[in-house]
């Protein structure tokens, strides 16, 4: 029995799932709402189905068993909330919001509904990331360092801190969470932020170039550092220290480095196909245990860099609990 899926959105990301989700099987995408209707036409065109004028609508007439949010952070809260309501599972792209009191709203709707949820944080599920958690797992994590050094996004909400929440929330969240999985939940953090090569780009409030220490629960303790003005992008990765283990993972390619010798691995997967596949299955079957970060989980890598925003602000320790 397939699984008829409905898009919240039709943008670029959206159509980096729909493209995926095309060679899946068990899989059909039914129905379309993007406020900008030429989008959901488009969509519909390519991949048939029917594309509605709103969400609510899709909702209650599309014969959706699940819904994918695609939209940009500011976005998030009400399309949340209706999919809720009418108990429909979510798979929604990251980062989740930039607004904690609507996200931990949602997280709350969510959990009392029992709704399977998935968010985009397809990093978990690169193959190199499997085998760097082989390699370290019972291990003493004592330090993380991440990077995201990029180039700038051309779209206009991209640049603004209310809209996006900034690099250390949007591209970077995927380091951040990558953090979370390899060394726990962050206690607290301090960053700093500057806006030193864009400051000529018209309505820009997001800083070009930032890092955040971060005080993990367990006592570790990292860094991950960033930029967006990079035309010719740079490091996006994340160095794992453990005590006699560092695990250096740049999306599937990962250096392995012990006391016994180098390791050094290029693994070959689509981290987006088997992200889709599990939500999908999930849906499908009800067994939610293919997922790698359900709702909450995001909740709380968001939070972290929710922290960073505010620390940097506020040129002050910020404990992640603090934010919401």
């Given amino acids: 029995m397939s699984v008829n899926i409905g898009f919240l959105g039709c943008g670029g990301i959206a159509n980096h799932h729909m493209r995926t989700i095309k060679t899946l099987e068990g899989a059909d995408m039914v129905a379309w709402f993007d406020l ?6 488009a969509a519909a065109t390519e991949y048939g189905g029917t594309v509605f004028d709103s969400a609510e ?13 695609c939209t940009p952070p500011f976005a998030h809260g009400d399309l949340e909330m209706a999919a809720i309501a009418a108990k429909k599972p979510i798979f929604l792209e990251k980062p989740i919001g930039v607004d904690m009191k609507v996200v931990r709203s949602i997280e709350k709707a969510v959990n009392d509904a029992g709704l399977i949820t998935s968010v985009g944080y397809h990093f ?4 190199a990331t499997a085998k760097a958690e082989a390699a370290l797992a019972g291990k003493t994590i004592t330090t993380v360092m991440g990077f995201w050094m990029g ?3 051309g779209v206009y909400w991209w640049r603004r801190m209310d809209m996006s929440g900034g690099q250390m929330c ?5 380091i951040v969470d990558m953090a979370r999985l390899f060394a726990g939940e962050v ?4 960053a700093a932020y500057a806006l030193l090569c ?5 309505d820009i409030t997001v800083p070009d170039t930032g890092t955040m220490t971060l005080f993990f629960e367990n006592g570790a303790v990292g860094t991950i550092s960033n930029c967006c003005h990079l035309p010719m992008g740079g490091r996006v990765g994340i160095d794992v220290i453990a005590c006699d283990t560092m695990a250096s993972m740049d999306g599937n390619h990962l250096v392995l480095r012990t006391a016994e010798g180098v390791e050094d691995v290029s693994l070959d997967n689509n981290p987006t196909a088997v992200e889709d596949a599990a939500f999908i299955k999930a849906v499908g079957t009800g067994d939610a245990s293919g997922i790698r970060s359900p709702y909450s989980d995001a909740a709380r ?10 620390s940097a602000e506020q040129h002050s320790i910020i404990q992640v609990s603090d934010v919401g």
């Fill in 198 to 202: 864009l400051k000529d780009v018209e």
């Fill in 170 to 174: 949007e591209q970077t969240t995927h």
């Fill in 301 to 310: 890598s968001l939070a972290v860099s929710i922290a960073a925003n505010v």
């Fill in 57 to 69: 609508k899709l909702l209650s007439e599309g014969g959706v068993d699940c819904v994918y949010i």
């Fill in 187 to 190: 206690k607290a953090v301090c």
């Fill in 151 to 153: 180039g700038f996004p």
């Fill in 124 to 127: 978990r599920y690169f193959a």
């Fill in 36 to 41: 900008d209707a030429e989008r959901a036409k």
